[in-house]
């Protein structure tokens, strides 16, 4: 299984940004997806998650992020708008895959990270 982010980039504060991240591989199903991030210097945090339209944001994006998931296609994205300097962080995608249908196994993925840098 492997997770593809894209989307980051440089971006003025007050600026907008869409991720996407694409599951591919041994995939019988997904049950969350979300997004993390981490600034330098600290730890990787959570952002969003989204499972069978459960979604849940950290307080510090709620109001400006939206996460969205195409089940379908084993993707997710985050729509960030009103971007602050502090959202500047490598933001990294995570799925909670269940490769077989004939097995309960599960398992976290992590896509590689997608930088993204707010300009004040």
């Known amino acids: 299984v492997q997770l593809q982010a894209s989307g980051g980039g440089l971006v003025e504060t007050g600026g907008s940004l869409t991720l996407s991240c694409a599951a591919s591989g041994t995939i019988a199903s997904i049950n969350v997806m979300g997004w993390y991030r981490q600034a330098a210097g600290k730890q990787r945090e959570l952002v969003a998650t989204i499972r069978s339209g459960r979604i849940t944001y950290a307080d510090s994006v709620k109001g400006r992020f939206t996460i969205s998931r195409d089940v379908g296609k084993n993707m997710v994205f985050l729509q960030m708008n009103s971007l602050k300097v502090e959202d500047t962080a490598v933001y990294y995608c995570?799925?909670?895959?269940?490769?077989?249908?004939?097995?309960?196994?599960?398992?976290?993925?992590w896509g590689q990270g997608t930088l993204v840098t707010v300009s004040s």
């Open positions: 995570k799925a909670d895959v269940r490769p077989f249908y004939y097995s309960d196994y599960r398992s976290d993925y």
